[in-house]
Every structure is written in structure tokens, then in C-alpha cells.
């Protein structure tokens, strides 16, 4: 009778092992599926982000992603800035409206003259362009944003100085919820100008 008994414990306790096993093997095998799963779901979404939530953009040395930021614009660019002398900028700009790009500026009016040039540059290339309200002191904002994805804020007005010689630092913006903001900030502003 012992050796009855003790099979019958024996059997049970390899019976629960077994079930422990194959509880926790099935627990690997989702746990493992899962890891492959997420990795090839970053895999594939990677490329389609392509980047970081925020990539910083420091002057005198990446002056050029301003430029090439204003260059990604495929369906609207919106700038506000306060200092607007860049040809370089300016000509990003045009190129974007010829590409059938919708793009409003707004300028900041009193800045000793500096941005008469470039105002009236960018209007004679049908660039929707107004100066900023004198409802603020000043605008002093200085911000792009480009297709309602993404938004450049920071130190950078569109000056050569600025592209090519002060020490700026930027961030490009890859959030809705943030870039929401700036275009909502943007529409305000663009309503007050004149």
C-alpha cells in the first residue's frame, strides 16, 4: 500500500511539475513572441519616424538644418521670426511656394528696418507675409513650423549671423500635441498682424 501511495504522490508531483512547466513554457513562448513583435514593429516604424521626438540644432555649425527644415516642407510652412535677413532662408522660402507650398510669415515690424528687404522680397514672390501686431510690446517668438509636424523653436532668427556665426541653439520638434500648440499660437498671431 505505501508503494501504491508513494507512486500515486510521485505522479502527482511530476503531474504539477509537468503543468508548471508548460504554464511557464507558454508564458515564454507569448513573452518571446511579444519581444519579436515589438522589435519588428520598431523595425518597420523606424523609418517611418525617422528620428528622435527632438533633435537639437545648434549655430554657427548646423545653421543648415534651418535651412533644410525650411526645405522638407511639402504642404505649409508657417515662420514667425523676429530677425529676417537671410537670402538663404529667404530663397528656402520661395522655393517652398513654387513647390506649391502654402506659407505665411509674420515679421516683426520694429527691428531698426532689417526685415523691410526680405518683407517686401517675399511678398513680390506671392509669399502671404504680414507684420506682427503691436497687440504684443514685441515678437520676439521664433519658430517654423512645417507640414503641422514638426516645429523649429529656440534662439535662431533667419539671419546670416545667426545660420553662420552667433551660437544658437534650437530644437527641432516632432510631437502633435507640442506642434498643435505652435500652430494654434501661430493662427493667433496671424489674425492680429496686419
Same mark, same amino acid.
Given at each position: 500500500? %505505501?508503494?501504491?501511495?508513494? $507512486?500515486?504522490?510521485?505522479?502527482?508531483?511530476?503531474?504539477?511539475?509537468? %503543468?508548471?512547466?508548460?504554464?511557464?513554457?507558454?508564458?515564454?513562448? $507569448?513573452?518571446?513572441?511579444?519581444?519579436?513583435?515589438?522589435?519588428?514593429?520598431?523595425?518597420? @516604424?523606424?523609418?517611418?519616424?525617422?528620428?528622435? =521626438?527632438?533633435?537639437?540644432?545648434?549655430?554657427?555649425?548646423?545653421?543648415?538644418?534651418?535651412?533644410?527644415?525650411?526645405?522638407?516642407?511639402?504642404?505649409?510652412?508657417?515662420?514667425?521670426?523676429? $530677425?529676417?535677413?537671410?537670402?538663404?532662408? @529667404?530663397?528656402?522660402?520661395?522655393?517652398?511656394?513654387? &513647390?506649391?507650398?502654402?506659407?505665411?510669415?509674420?515679421?516683426?515690424?520694429?527691428?531698426?528696418?532689417?526685415?523691410?528687404?526680405?518683407?517686401?522680397?517675399?511678398?513680390?514672390?506671392?509669399?502671404?507675409?504680414?507684420?506682427?501686431?503691436?497687440?504684443?510690446?514685441?515678437?520676439? @517668438?521664433?519658430?517654423?513650423?512645417?507640414?503641422?509636424? =514638426?516645429?523649429? $523653436?529656440? /534662439?535662431?532668427?533667419?539671419?546670416?549671423? @545667426?545660420?553662420?556665426?552667433? &551660437?544658437?541653439?534650437?530644437?527641432?520638434?516632432?510631437? /502633435?500635441?507640442?506642434?498643435?500648440?505652435?500652430?494654434?499660437?501661430?493662427?493667433?498671431?496671424?489674425?492680429? =498682424?496686419?
Amino acid at each position: 500500500m %505505501k508503494n501504491s501511495r508513494d $507512486v500515486t504522490v510521485v505522479t502527482l508531483i511530476l503531474s504539477s511539475e509537468s %503543468k508548471i512547466k508548460r504554464e511557464n513554457m507558454n508564458k515564454g513562448v $507569448v513573452f518571446g513572441s511579444g519581444l519579436v513583435l515589438g522589435i519588428i514593429i520598431c523595425y518597420f @516604424a523606424y523609418p517611418l519616424v525617422g528620428h528622435s =521626438a527632438v533633435t537639437p540644432v545648434f549655430s554657427p555649425d548646423d545653421g543648415q538644418q534651418v535651412i533644410n527644415f525650411i526645405n522638407s516642407a511639402q504642404t505649409s510652412l508657417d515662420v514667425e521670426v523676429y $530677425v529676417f535677413t537671410s537670402h538663404d532662408a @529667404a530663397l528656402a522660402i520661395e522655393k517652398a511656394k513654387s &513647390r506649391g507650398v502654402k506659407v505665411r510669415v509674420i515679421l516683426e515690424p520694429d527691428v531698426d528696418g532689417s526685415n523691410d528687404k526680405i518683407f517686401g522680397e517675399l511678398l513680390s514672390s506671392g509669399i502671404e507675409v504680414r507684420w506682427a501686431s503691436k497687440f504684443y510690446r514685441l515678437t520676439h @517668438a521664433k519658430f517654423i513650423v512645417v507640414d503641422g509636424q =514638426a516645429v523649429l $523653436v529656440g /534662439s535662431h532668427n533667419l539671419s546670416n549671423a @545667426a545660420l553662420r556665426q552667433n &551660437r544658437e541653439a534650437s530644437v527641432i520638434v516632432y510631437d /502633435s500635441s507640442v506642434v498643435s500648440q505652435f500652430e494654434k499660437t501661430f493662427q493667433t498671431d496671424w489674425t492680429l =498682424a496686419s
